[in-house]
């Protein structure tokens, strides 16, 4: 008899990613099984899931403001509601297992499941446990986890070493390097080096570049500068004046494979999927935690790699002035670019979709 699974967060891409991930990865192991979406009213899953293919419901549910205390009147009103549509959905849709990936509607999904024996999963992507994950750990089945020490959040015996789910299409690199490169109208001879600050784009990796920008031309060394969708216009303005050989500024990088086939060193913030990616990647990476998210959780994600001598770290502060030269000089340093790669590479989960699914179809026996 085919399953019903309902795929509870979403909020940003780092969620919304692993969640269809495994949504198409359950779909592999059996066709005939039904899945249902529940997500936050005015976030980007109730975009995104429908465009691939899924059908999703909102919850008005919103997160605290640490910058509002006014909005968070609101939040108990919010959570109560959430909490009594969660309780509907579950009884039209009666699932057999619920799955949480993190996100604002994330916890009144599954404290409803818990509530109603119905058995859930929770995919944990960071190194550090949000505190909702925490809690509702206790009556989770499995809890999934990309980074070791998460018994220091959840019980070891509900622990499951996945990682994170990828975008397949993302990583798909192999051979592409002279076709990557001539897609951005660059030279096979040079280095390149990838900056990705995420769809929206990241400020302090926008500024860094503006600092020392004249560099790359005058170390002959490539640039690949994916501004975001925020910054384009203003970075144009800034740079239009000068003609920089060696840069390429482009808004957003719809095929991510051809921008991590053409760079030999990548430049990136530490959110947990994009580390997923970039652990199967296996190149050189600087990582620019941003210090904007909870926890400081980004942090630590990317220690657990610089622990490992897997990736090097530079804080959100330190950047400016500093982040260019630092890549220019790694991308000189043939023997730590081979360690960087070789230990980043002993990291890799490449099938966390997969795994995920399977646990979430013995759950739901």
């Excluded at 910058?67 to 959905?89: E, G, I, M, Q």
């Excluded at 999963?121 to 994950?133: D, K, P, R, V």
């Excluded at 019980?155 to 001539?182: C, F, H, Q, S, Y």
């Excluded at 959110?271 to 926890?295: D, R």
Aim: glycine share 8%.
């Amino acid at each position: 008899m085919a399953k019903r699974i309902i795929i509870s967060g979403g909020g940003t891409g780092g969620h919304i990613f692993p969640a269809i991930a495994i949504a198409n990865a359950l779909k592999r192991l059996d066709p005939a099984t039904e899945i249902l979406f529940v997500g936050a009213n005015g976030r980007m899953e109730m975009e995104k899931v429908p465009a691939a293919g899924y059908k999703i419901v909102g919850l008005d549910i919103q997160g605290f403001q640490r910058h509002s205390l006014l909005k968070n009147l609101k939040l108990p009103f919010k959570v109560v509601a959430s909490l009594v549509k969660a309780r509907a959905v579950i009884r039209e849709f009666k699932p057999d297992a619920a799955v949480g990936v993190g996100g604002y509607a994330s916890g009144p999904l599954l404290l409803a499941a818990g509530n109603m024996n119905v058995p859930y999963l929770i995919q944990e992507q960071n190194s550090y446990a949000g505190m909702t994950n925490k809690w509702l750990g206790r009556k989770a089945e499995k809890i999934c986890v990309a980074f070791s020490g998460m018994d220091q959040f959840f019980p070891a015996d509900k622990l499951l070493m996945t990682g994170n789910p990828i975008r397949k299409e993302a990583v798909d690199v192999d051979g592409k390097r002279a076709e990557a490169l001539a897609s951005f109208g660059l030279s096979g001879d040079k280095k390149t080096v990838l900056v990705t600050g995420g769809s929206l784009g990241a400020g302090t990796l926008n500024k860094s570049m503006l600092a020392e920008l004249d560099l790359f031309d005058k170390e002959d060394v490539q640039l690949i500068w994916q501004t975001g969708k925020f910054y384009y216009k203003s970075i144009l303005e800034k740079t239009q004046d000068k003609v920089h050989e060696n840069v390429r500024i482009v808004e957003f990088l719809n095929r991510m494979d051809l921008a991590y086939a053409a760079a030999d060193v990548i430049i990136s913030r530490a959110g947990a999927g994009t580390i997923a990616e970039l652990c199967v990647i296996a190149k050189p990476v600087i990582l620019v935690p941003s210090p904007n998210v909870a926890e400081d959780h980004q942090t630590q994600n990317a220690m657990a790699l610089v622990k490992r001598n897997a990736a090097v770290l530079i804080t959100d502060q330190e950047a400016e002035g500093t982040l260019g030269s630092l890549a220019v000089s790694l991308i000189r340093d043939e023997q730590k670019c081979r360690e960087l790669r070789a230990n980043i590479a002993g990291l890799a989960l490449p099938d966390a979709d997969d795994v995920i699914a399977k646990e979430v179809l013995i759950i739901a026996k």
